[in-house]
């Protein structure tokens, strides 16, 4: 089944239980504009209201870039009034949406600048062998200050900071992308879409209660104490382990379950 969106394709295998989001704006180096922020938003709330999808892949169209970020040559169209303006990232993140499914981003090419909100809200990523990443915004004369919040989350500040400040005079390679836990797979661009989507489709096997109270809980503790994650991660698994287990219990009896042997990578 397939969504008419402008900026984005939209499709969701059933079988698999996975939806597929595409960046679609290729001679553009799939940057965002507003209409992409927004349709991102509705792509989000789709998948959040669709029982079918279990996981989801994002990806993009064309070999030069995943994303260049916001499109600089389109206005994004701010309001007058400066307390009013809005971070574009709020409408492209899936966490922000309270979409809690699993979400596995597939890079190739150059991914750079407000890219890395992408980056920044995936539970998996994995990129193709000549993908590159770097944050131009320092260069073109731009504060940096958005997508290192996120960055920092998975990569640290030393590599943060190495990424905000050098901008467009150095890239991060595949090799030093998966070294610093930026990516967590390289594989080869023939490769990336379908092991992407084997990634979605064997998270998207096990009970969708478990999988997104998990990453519920993983994202919420982040932004709490120690000790005050534990206690609510406590509370997420007295919600949710008696119905995902009531699912499992239900793939198991319609012979669905995950019976795949362990992947060692």
């Known amino acids: 089944m397939t969504t008419a969106f402008e900026t984005i394709l939209y499709e969701v295998d059933a079988d698999a239980h996975v939806a597929t989001i595409t960046l679609n704006r290729p001679d ?15 792509a989000w709330a ?13 990806r993009a169209a064309g070999d030069r870039a995943f994303s260049a970020g916001l499109d600089v040559r389109s206005s994004y169209g701010q309001p007058e009034i400066v307390w ?4 574009p990232g709020e409408l492209l993140s ?10 596995v981003v597939a890079v190739q090419g150059m991914c750079t600048a407000g890219a890395l909100y992408f980056i920044n809200e995936a539970d998996v990523v994995i990129c193709s062998e ?12 731009l504060v940096c200050a958005l997508e290192p919040v996120g960055l920092m989350r ?17 890239r991060v390679s595949a090799q030093t992308a998966l070294r610093i836990s930026l990516v967590t797979e390289i594989t080869t661009r023939e490769n990336l879409w379908s092991r992407a989507h084997e990634i979605a489709a064997t998270i998207a096997n096990k009970p969708p209660t478990a999988t997104q109270g998990t990453v519920k809980a993983i994202w919420e503790s982040l932004d709490k104490p120690y000790r005050a994650a534990m206690d609510q991660g406590l509370i997420y698994t007295r919600l949710g382990n008696p119905i995902a287990k009531q699912e ?12 795949k042997p362990p992947r060692i990578r």
């Open 248 to 259: 499992l219990a239900a793939q198991q009896e319609q012979g669905t379950a995950a019976k």
């Open 154 to 170: 998975k990569v640290g500040l030393a590599e943060s900071l190495r990424i905000a400040l050098l901008g467009n005079d150095e």
């Open 28 to 42: 553009a180096l799939n940057t965002f504009n507003r209409l992409m922020c927004h349709e991102m938003r509705d």
């Open 46 to 58: 789709l998948i959040k209201d669709d029982d079918r999808v279990h996981a989801v892949v994002l």
């Open 130 to 141: 000549e993908a590159t990443f770097f944050d131009s915004h320092v260069t073109a004369g």
């Open 94 to 103: 899936p966490k922000w949406q309270k979409m809690w499914k699993p979400v």
């Open 84 to 87: 009013n303006h809005e971070d």
